[in-house]
């Protein structure tokens, strides 16, 4: 059976890996990106963009398969989307399926209301307690998150972080880039996948956009959004979620927003 393989990066980023391989060692654009391709394996950057598109997940089971150990994820909305259920359906499929153990850290919400939100995705999820920690201590930083964690994860295993924009708030914690390059070192040490629930500017109401992207995160303080190696946008309509997987303008997954994931915040 063939196995599919992912991208260590989107498109978008791995073109801008080809250009500064282009720049450093004085090759043309197109070896550059047939060496990049050759990394990724594929025998060039034409058949790599051919399959590029298959890579893409299809449905909303399959998109932790979409991601790598080491990635951070960016997952983004505007309030009242589901984003929070939408990372914690993600996080219990990662319990499920990997049998590594999981952290949910939170800065937002009780024990008690995420235990029931992963309880809504899969009822029996108790059984697997073992297999996860839920973290709502108010000390919640990069240092707190990697202490917490070091010993237990590894490849296979998630880490939820809700929201990003909070990890700074406390003046004694790091600058929020700070906090990103650390956690982004240790989740390609540990490889583990980080999810950071991000919340939208809420200018992006009046814009004329469809979906939110990069341009609109909420940066109330500096940060270098290319730390994320795949970024994922949410809007609803009705019972169902639009996915944007930024990097690749006209890839969208329109997901069914059934019950098990109807709770929003």
Not at 111 to 130: G, Q, T
Request: with cysteine; hydrophobic share 40%; aromatic share 10%.
């Amino acid at each position: 059976m063939e196995v599919e393989m992912k991208l260590s990066a989107p498109i978008y980023q791995l073109k801008s890996q080809a250009k500064a391989l282009k720049r450093s060692q004085s090759c043309s654009m197109a070896e550059a990106l047939d060496f990049v391709a050759k990394t990724e394996g594929y025998a060039s950057w034409s058949l790599l963009t051919q399959k590029a598109k298959d890579l893409l997940p299809s449905r909303y089971d399959d998109i932790i398969h979409y991601f790598n150990g080491g990635d951070l994820i960016l997952l983004g909305a505007r309030p009242m989307v589901g984003k929070t259920s939408f990372a914690t359906g993600l996080f219990v499929q990662s319990i499920l399926q990997e049998k590594q153990k999981g952290y949910y850290f939170t800065l937002s919400e009780i024990e008690r209301d995420v235990l029931s939100r992963m309880k809504a995705y899969a009822a029996f999820i108790s059984d697997y307690e073992p297999h996860f920690v839920i973290d709502c201590a108010d000390d919640i930083c990069a240092d707190y998150i990697m202490e917490r964690s070091k010993n237990d994860v590894g490849d296979g295993s998630y880490i939820i972080i809700d929201y990003m924009q909070q990890l700074d708030e406390r003046r004694v914690n790091e600058p929020l880039q700070q906090q990103i390059i650390k956690l982004k070192e240790f989740a390609k040490v540990k490889k583990c996948t980080i999810i950071f629930i991000a919340q939208i500017d809420r200018k992006f109401e009046i814009s004329k956009d469809n979906l939110p992207n990069a341009k609109d995160v909420r940066l109330p303080n500096p940060l270098d959004l290319a730390l994320f190696n795949k970024m994922l946008f949410l809007r609803r309509e009705g019972k169902q979620v639009e996915v944007h997987f930024c990097g690749r303008r006209n890839h969208q997954l329109l997901v069914s927003w059934n019950e098990k994931l109807q709770r929003v915040e």
